[in-house]
């Protein structure tokens, strides 16, 4: 079994969260975190591109996986851009309407990123 935490534990950034996560003697156990991005505006973006390698070395400590906006736009892919050298796997909700378009597209990011999307409802 693989105890997994969101990055949002405290308040604070991605990286305080993971540091956190690592500093505090009962997350021992935790070995992988979910990074959240529910929204992913300019600022959550510029924020990640900050942290990113600083949250980087911590991957011989945790796994990581990324949360994807809930209503998720075909342009998300830029978050698969900026995180796929640091996720082990994308979480991801299928949108409203128009399931069959983002289903094809969602196969073109597996044929690109590899077979590492989870469908979570």
């Known amino acids: 079994m693989i105890i997994s ?16 996560i ?3 003697k009962s997350y021992k156990a935790v070995k992988s975190i979910e990074l959240l991005f529910f929204f992913f505006d300019s600022e ?9 390698e600083s949250i980087k ?7 990581f996986t990324v949360h994807m906006p809930e209503h998720l736009l075909l342009e998300h892919v830029e978050i698969v ?3 796929r050298d640091l996720a082990a796997r994308y ?4 949108p409203e309407s128009n399931t069959a378009q983002f ?9 690109m990123y590899g077979n590492n999307f989870l469908i979570e409802n």
């Open 91 to 94: 979480i991801i909700h299928l």
């Open 57 to 63: 070395t911590y991957t011989d400590r945790f796994s």
């Open 22 to 24: 690592d500093s505090y």
């Open 44 to 52: 959550t973006k510029e924020l990640f591109k900050r942290e990113k």
């Open 5 to 20: 935490v969101p990055s949002y534990v405290i308040p604070g950034s991605y990286y305080e969260n993971v540091k956190f």
């Open 81 to 83: 851009e900026l995180t």
């Open 103 to 111: 289903m094809g597209e969602l196969e073109r990011w597996r044929a």
